[in-house]
């Protein structure tokens, strides 16, 4: 990627920043609007302004001293230098030739002389615009408004940040309710019983059928559980829910429910504990399938097995005589009576089978849910911790990499080395083995199978600083498609394993975060090299 695409790639990146804010064309609001106040009156001038700049225009969200009003973005003195990063401050902008001939100094648009401009640039380094505070006379600031004014600046972007999150945070409670209603909806669809009961073991959820099973729709709403004899009690210790919770887990536990004016129901029941923080059980759910008549079958066939043998027995007692016709009939009443007791055990199958498939798909609907609130917050984190930069020893973290990817490797049958001695880089350590255990897990998983997998770490020093190089000889990336490879949520569709399209994207961000570059190119003889640089840090930085 040469160095227009990567300014493109930056003004992309940046523009969709500031669009995720959706602060353009919106009301500024009551606390923005203050603080825009307070800047003014900071800097003792009659004029401040919160300017956003998009793809065309300068945008003045709220204004102190004057009407304002979008401009084009040619003509915006805060889109002069507001991409650095570095305030501006001009005691007179006549005098600055990157101002002097701008329409808002030269009286096209106003009379600027004294003009202070603070970018406003979040924690990943997009530039959103700026706040400005202008005199049409020349003036000055000391070192304690710069500050203030600076540090109004980060007070602007946090409000930014609390209307997104608040934004986001309704968008998710929404999609919280709708899955909740989904989850009710299968819940009193479904036609197997579902109970839930929290750490203390009182019930918090008895879904349509087991309402109905346990004879709670009605005004009398009693039940007695039994023992799989229907005579005698279940303790409440003995309850499957209570094990549950107590156990961790219950599997095909039988069951009789008893209600006032309805016939005994027999339940096949299996559950567990929800584990929570720390491994402690916050309750315990179970699923409750009707297998009464499946059990009734049951003991149809055992009846006429004992009927069999008290016939056989009988006829053996009757006469030595006729034992061997005796024998003769018996073998002609097995035979049949035997092939109806498999087929009759193949329906009870059935009828065990079927609701057992309901409640696992259930089981598995509730378990993708909980996976999007725990997504939802790396990638992000990735993006939201502050960089460390320290002196980092590359061979140290490529051997600890190395060793957590260990299992993964002799699994598939690759190696995985040092092509050369690493070095130490500048950079922090934790986020520098992210990158460099995304990339290797990568050439292991997208691995060539007709050849043996061979992983490579290089170092070589440049004057952009250290070029990482992590080759594989694996499938290798089509050169139409390794553009794309760093977008998130991108998925080649490159070999038999599956991704989220997260990684890559997430190793963009890490080394744009240290101010170096990444791409990918093709290895010789065939597979993936993705290189990115890790700049040095100026001396005046490391002392």
Known sequence: MDLAERLSERERLRLAALHEYRLLDAPAGDELEAVVRVAATVARV????LNLIDENRQCQLTTVGFDGADSDRADSMCAVRFESGHFTYLPDARLDPDYRNNPWVTGVLSDVRFYASFPLVTPEGHALGSLCVFDTEPGELDDVQIERLKDLAQIILALFERRRQARINAELAALAEERQRWTDTLLETIDVAVVAADQNGQVTLFNRAAREWHGLDDAVGRYELFETDGRTPLPPERTPLRRA??????????MIIKRPGREPLQVSVSGRSLIGPGGVAQGAVVAMNDVTSARAQQRVIEEARRELAAANADLRRSNADLSNFAGAVSHDLVAPLTSVGGYLELIGDEVDGRPAQWAES??????????????????????????????????ELFEQVRVDLRPAA?????????????????????LIRQLLQNLIGNAVKYRDPSRACRVTVTAEHGPAGWTVAVADNGLGIPPEQRHRVFEMFTRLGIGAAGGHGIGLSTCWRIVERHGGDIRVD??????????????????????
């Open 46 to 49: 009659p004029h401040a302004t």
């Open 245 to 254: 919770l107590r156990e961790g887990t219950v599997k095909d536990v039988e």
């Open 362 to 395: 259930a089981s598995r609907a509730v378990t993708r849910m909980r996976d999007l609130i725990r997504s939802l917050l790396g990638y992000a984190q990735a993006g939201s911790a502050p960089v460390r930069r320290v002196t980092a020893d590359l061979a």
């Open 410 to 430: 002799e699994a598939a049958g690759a190696t995985v080395e040092a092509g050369g001695p690493l070095p130490c880089v500048d950079g922090d350590p934790v």
């Open 522 to 543: 093709e290895s010789p003889g065939g597979g993936t090299t993705v290189l990115f640089t890790l700049p040095e840090r100026d001396r005046s930085e490391q002392g």
